[in-house]
């Protein structure tokens, strides 16, 4: 009986070798107002992009501290997305006068001004 030996195949090349390119990235920035409290933020972050407790505390903290915060960095149909869930969140139950959801704005990474 013979035994067959597999021959391993080569495997194409990845990344720029193969001409594969990524798109440009956007920052999704969060923008601080007076409408929503520290809880509203951090259960936001933790709920659409399963931030752990503490780094969604340290987004809240910053976005108030500052008035704005990177909440995350990627190509522009995601940070479109993850902008459109913020503006979709909806307001903040615990206060009377929030009457919506926080903003956010896309901005392409390395530039730090607001669009």
Avoid: W
Avoid at 1 to 17: K, R
């Amino acid at each position: 009986m013979q035994s067959a030996v597999a021959t391993p195949l080569p495997t194409p090349a990845t990344g720029e070798e193969q001409g594969e390119k990524h798109g440009r990235l956007f920052h999704v920035i969060l923008l601080d107002d007076d409408e929503h409290t520290y809880d509203y933020v951090v259960e936001m972050l933790q709920k659409l992009f399963f931030l752990s407790l503490d780094v969604a505390f340290q987004h809240a903290v910053e976005v108030d501290t500052t008035g704005r915060t990177v909440v995350i960095t990627c190509e522009r149909p995601q940070a479109e997305f993850a902008r459109d869930q913020i503006h979709a969140y909806g307001a903040d139950p615990r206060m009377p006068k929030s009457k919506g959801s926080m903003s956010a704005v896309l901005v392409p990474a390395g530039n730090t001004a607001a669009q």
